[in-house]
Structure formats: C-alpha cells, structure tokens
C-alpha cells in the first residue's frame, strides 16, 4: 500500500508511506523518486539492523521500532522489533514498513514542527521519528527493570522460591538486545546530524535522549550480570548450610554409631555383656560422647553457622 501522508503544500514536506509493498512496486518507487538499488535490497532485508549511509543528496536510514510480533515468539531482533526504512531527498520522505507501525501513524496525526513553530523539513521529520522510535523502548526498559528488582527481593527472601537462573538468564540476553539497538541508533542520530544541525536544540535534545536510554539499558544489563552472580553466590551459601547441618548430625553420630557397632559384633567374650550396668553405662557415656560434641560446637560458634574462635 502507498499512500501520501503529508503535503509539501502544508507541512514542509512529502512524505510517502510505503506499507508491504512488493518487489515490483519498490522497482516504481526507486525509479519515481531515484531511489539506489542498494536501497531498495536493504528495504527488503527483514534482519537489517539501524543504519545510515548517504549517496549524493540521497539520504537512507533504517531504524527498528520496539514491539512484540504475535506471530513470533523468540527473543531475536527480528521477533521483538519491527523495521522502518526512511529515504529523504529534497523535501521529500520516503517510509518503507512490512506492517503497521503505531509511531508513524502518530506522527502523520500530530505533524512535527521545527522548534520555531516553522513547517518540518526532512531533518525535523527524521528527529520527530527517532524520538518516537526511541519512545518505543520505554515499556520493555521499565518491565526489565521491574522483573530484575522482583528477582533480586527472591533471592534474598528465604519464604520465596528462588527465581529460575534461565529467567534471569533470558531477561538479560533481552536488556544486552536492546542495549545494542541503543547504541546503533545513536550511532545512527550522531550521522544523519550535520555540522550546523548538531547545534540545534532538537537534534541535542535528541542526542541526550539516545544516550539516556543507552545508558539505563547499559545499567540493567549490568544489574543482570550482579544478579546471576547474587543468584550463584546464595545458591552455594544455601549448599553450604545444608551441608553444615549434615556434617554436625554426622558429627554427633559417628561416635555413636562407632560404640554401637562396636558392641554389636558377635563375639561370645565381651567383659561388659556380664556386667549388671553394663547398659545403663554404656547409655552414659554415649550421652557424655554427645554433650561434649555439643559444647564444643557451641564454643565454636559453629551450630550458629558463624566462624569461631580457635
């Protein structure tokens, strides 16, 4: 589907919205608004990551719009985000989409302005779009954030099951994604800037918020490192208390279990099987055995599960 979104007459621009279109109606529009080949086989691409290239006063970006596909359940580039391919030459704009993109029909609705109140040119459009594309990364940012914390109350929380190393695992291959969108698409906004746009309130406003965004993602993966890390430590501190309660039932069994076994060999001469408090004795000094383990674990500190003193 092509359709005009924008008049020149009214906006400033041009701008073609291109949805789905098929290889013989991108050959048209290559050779309408002299598009380069290589434009058209990157408009294609469904794997394409954000770029920029420029080829005389032809400018091309691509920039990938955050949201989940139905159709799709993987956590790749491709199952999580959606491709917009923009051409720009003169006055005109050209965007190339496979499916409907919610930032572009918001943008066609509310018309971006330059700061002055002045009508769009194409690098007002493009800032106005990557804001928008930027936007985009609010919810899955905010839901990481939210799910790391919930994960890190779990694991300190000895009442909670401990939240699956493969969840923590999956959310931060998701934050490193997103985290590397980032930082293409800055890379993307630092390129389409000119010398003269650079300086302009817009493209800095838009650069501070490229790099906000890359940073919160470089904080959340960070934060997903600590936290398999945490994850690990407390499941060996957790491994370690089981076994010290094991190792202290054993200390406090091996002696016993030795003078049991002991007088449990058959053998027809044992001077105390003769003797009238032969049992009663034998009970006495197994409680003996068993008290003086347990003031020495005590002194120790070590039924308390702290380091004692030597």
Known sequence: MIRTMQGAEQTGITWIDVMAPTPEELSNLAGTYGLHSMYVEDSLDPEHLPKYERIDDATFIILRVYGERPDRTGNSIQDVTRKI???TR???VVTIHRSEQPVLERLGRDHPREHNGDRCSPACFLVALAHEVLVSYDKPLDEAERSLNQFEADVFNPRTRSPDLLEIHQLKGNVGLIRRLMWLTAQVIQKFAGPQERASPMIQDLRETAESYQFYADQLLDEAQNLIAMHLAVASHRTNEVMRV???????????TFIVGVYGMNFRYMPELEQRWGYPLLVVVMVAVSLTIFVWFRRRGWL???????
Not at 246 to 256: N, Q
Not at 304 to 310: F, L, Q, W
């Open 85 to 87: 391919a923009i051409f």
């Open 90 to 92: 003169g006055d005109t």
């Open 246 to 256: 094991l190792t202290v039932f054993s200390a406090f069994f091996l002696p016993l």
């Open 304 to 310: 308390k599960g702290g380091v004692g003193e030597d």
